[in-house]
């Protein structure tokens, strides 16, 4: 056990599975009371049940980051539970990935509805607290969609590049309040939704090859990597840190192409 985060009052999307459910773990593990929410009610369960249950610093209820009616709930219960968030780790996300001319109007809202408006539906819900107790901090887990484009990922990068351009806004918006926005910028991380990518590949295992191939380092992250990222962010350990992004890819995006 950690103290890097003690006092902290974290409220994390998306923590049922995946980066979200290794950012929860590594955020208790480092003294932070932790809430959380998916829209995965049976997983959300699972996943406090594995941590040992409710306690006064672990919570969460199910709820989907789209309906600021549940978002609003959540808060209410994290601020029961674990006290008002001081933290906010935008987490949940989804791929929407199509041939842009075959994209559907109702992909195209539930790419942007989750991966943008879901993060500013949590940010709107806690800033107001955080600005009256004197600050606070926002992590948005964005991507390295967010300033690179993959062919054939249409419109996910694009919603993750807004997902930066909130960030920043947000970041200079409250600067002078002692409220830090950052994002973090995983490239391929060891988690279902990647699984499911290359399953959607008539050859998943060649899938899975080309995407090792394509990293300097012959892998990719496992999210407890990426979380140990999130807990730095978090931490009082970089208070200037305000309005930027970190990229956590073991260098893929900054390579002309591999060797
Ligand atoms: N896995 C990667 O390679 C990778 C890379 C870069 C960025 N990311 C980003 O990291 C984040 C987490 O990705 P992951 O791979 O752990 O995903 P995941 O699919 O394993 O987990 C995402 C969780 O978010 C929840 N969720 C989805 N939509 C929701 C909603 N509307 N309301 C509440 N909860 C919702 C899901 O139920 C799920 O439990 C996402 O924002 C993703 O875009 C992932």
Known sequence: MGDRLTGKRIFVTGAAQGIGLAILEA??????????????????????????????????????????????????????????????????GVNVFDEPLSLSDADWDRCFDINLKGAWNCSKAVLPAMLE????????IASTHAFTIIPHTFPYPL????????TKSLGLEYAGRNVRVNA????????QKVVDYWNSFPDPEAARQETLRLHPGGRI???????KAAVFMISDECPFMNATCLTVDGGLSVQQHPA
């Open 27 to 92: 955020c208790l593990r480092e003294g932070a009371s932790v809430f959380c929410m998916d829209r995965d009610a049976g997983l959300l369960e699972n996943s406090i049940a594995s941590l040992g249950g409710e306690t006064p610093t672990l919570g969460g209820l199910a709820g989907d980051i789209t309906r600021p009616d549940d978002v609003a709930a959540a808060i209410e219960h994290a601020s029961l539970i674990v006290g008002r968030p001081n933290a906010l780790i935008n987490n949940a």
């Open 133 to 140: 107790d004197g600050g606070g901090t926002i992590l948005n």
């Open 159 to 166: 919603a993750k590049h807004a997902l930066l351009g909130l």
């Open 184 to 191: 973090l910028a995983p490239g391929y991380v060891q988690t």
């Open 221 to 227: 992250a496992t999210p407890e990597e990426i979380a």
